[in-house]
């Protein structure tokens, strides 16, 4: 599940997708991340903090993830 929003003056986008979580990693430095959410000591899901000018990337993000 990825799911983007907007915030006050930036987006947020929360991924549970590891494809996604790696891309963001690599390629996305300027995302900072706002949360990170475990069940049982696993990683399961990631809250970042996007950037106003980022949004269109956060949007095809979250696209990829819904294939």
Do not use: H
């Not at 599940?1 to 947020?12: L, P």
């Not at 590891?18 to 991340?33: A, G, L, P, Q, S």
């Amino acid at each position: 599940m990825t799911e983007v929003w907007k915030m006050d003056n930036d987006y947020c986008l929360y991924t549970e997708n590891r494809d996604i979580m790696k891309r963001i990693r690599r390629y996305y430095t300027d995302f900072e991340i706002m949360a990170e959410y475990f069940k049982f000591d696993k990683l399961i899901g990631i809250q970042y903090k996007v950037p106003i000018k980022r949004k269109r990337s956060a949007f095809r993000l979250a696209k990829v993830a819904q294939f």
